[in-house]
Each structure stands twice: as C-alpha cells, then as structure tokens.
Antibody, heavy 120, light 110 residues
Framework: EVQLVQSGAEVKKPGESLKISCKGS????????IGWVRQMPGKGLEWMGIIYPGDSDTRYSPSFQGQVTISADKSISTAYLQWSSLKASDTAMYYC?????????????WGQGTLVTVSS | QSALTQPRSVSGSPGQSVTISCTGT?????????VSWYQQHPGKAPKLMIY???KRPSGVPDRFSGSKSGNTASLTISGLQAEDEADYYC??????????FGGGTKLTVL
C-alpha cells in the first residue's frame, strides 16, 4: 500500500527555521516525483515545487523560489520542505503528494498534511 | 502563473447533476491534456478524482467525469450524493515541470 506520512504539527516563532518531512512507503521512492502543496487557512491549494528523489532534480514555482528549500534523502525514503527564516504568512497546512506513474501529470497519493503555525 | 478560475460555489439536490468549470489559458489548460481534479473534505487531504482530463482512478465512482474544451475544463458529478459535498480543485500542468491549481469550488448538496 502506497503511503506518504508527514511529520507532526509545528508551532514556531517568526525568524526561526523549520524542516518538515514526508516519508514514502509501499513503492519505489526513488522512481516517483514528490510535490509540495500549500494551503493557507481557509484558502485553496498552491503548488510549491517538486523533487525527483532518484537524483534530487528539483523544480520550484516562481512564487516559492527562494522562499523554501525542497530536498530528499533517498536512503530513508523521505522528502523535506524547509524554511530558513519563517514569517507569519508561512502559517498554513503543507501537503506532500506523489506524482503519478510516468508520464503522470497528476498527484495520485497525498500525505495527511503538516500544519505549520508561525506566531510570536 | 495565475491560479485557474473556478466558481466559488455550486449546489445541487441529491440525484441531480452539477458541473464545475475550470478556466485557464493556452499555457496551461488549453496547452496540455493534463488536467486533474481533487476532492477535499474538511480537515482531510485532497483526493485524486480525475486525471488526464477525463480518466478516473480505480475506486472513483463513474458518477464523476471530466472534459475539456479550449482553455476550460469541467468536472461533472451526476447522481449527486450527500458524501459528494466537499471542495473541488482543478489542477493543470503548465509546462517546464510546473503545475497550477484552481481556486477551488465548494459543492453543497441541498
């Protein structure tokens, strides 16, 4: 069974750093792209970026380029989303999602989400 | 990349059909047959309902169907059921390993 399990909720202060995770299981982690999606409170889904764990090829939405870093550790089947200096506007639910089988231009499995709250 | 345009809300009675539109540009919806649709219940993760414009993943009822004409894609739900009440998001591939979502549509089953 394909599963993406994300790390737990985080409460941080502005200016702090954060790295959240997404662990894949039940499939070949290195063979599927993993995307990250933001959902701000009461708002819609926003595509942030995507990584291919096999070679760490990473692409970002222009809206998020330079604001976050996406990475992966294929040895432990885990993708990451990190911030170096959080802002209150980073408060949101963050989802990881697996891109479908090649040539798949959709996201077939989703993590349960990680709620990030940034408040002083 | 601007978000795809969806109606903020639609509604229908049980058994009826509803259609949710998703309008983009020739750079996304109109340029690729790679539109997908996701259902999101409150407090839950999105769930894939339609991919490649009109394909249904295994387990998704055939009451859900998708289509596209020009720069506008559509999701039709026939035989509405109470459990279909949720938010629905379209998503399109936009080239160069990028994707764009719609703003979301709240479906109310009356």
């Amino acid at each position: 069974e394909v599963q993406l399990v994300q790390s737990g909720a985080e409460v941080k202060k502005p200016g702090e750093s954060l790295k959240i995770s997404c662990k894949g299981s039940g499939y070949s982690f290195t063979s599927y792209w993993i995307g990250w999606v933001r959902q701000m409170p009461g708002k819609g889904l926003e595509w942030m970026g995507i990584i291919y764990p096999g070679d760490s090829d990473t692409r970002y939405s222009p809206s998020f380029q330079g604001q976050v870093t996406i990475s992966a550790d294929k040895s432990i089947s885990t993708a990451y989303l990190q911030w170096s200096s959080l802002k209150a506007s980073d408060t949101a639910m963050y989802y990881c999602a697996r891109r479908g089988p090649h040539p798949g231009y959709y996201f077939d499995y989703w993590g349960q989400g990680t709620l990030v709250t940034v408040s002083s | 990349q601007s978000a795809l345009t969806q109606p903020r809300s639609v509604s229908g009675s049980p058994g009826q059909s509803v259609t949710i539109s998703c309008t983009g540009t020739s750079s996304d919806v109109g340029g690729y047959n790679y539109v997908s649709w996701y259902q999101q219940h409150p407090g839950k993760a999105p769930k894939l309902m339609i991919y490649d414009v009109s394909k249904r993943p295994s387990g998704v009822p055939d009451r859900f169907s998708g289509s596209k004409s020009g720069n506008t894609a559509s999701l039709t739900i026939s035989g509405l059921q109470a459990e279909d009440e949720a938010d629905y998001y379209c998503c399109s591939y936009a080239g160069s390993y990028s994707w764009v979502f719609g703003g979301g549509t709240k479906l109310t089953v009356l």
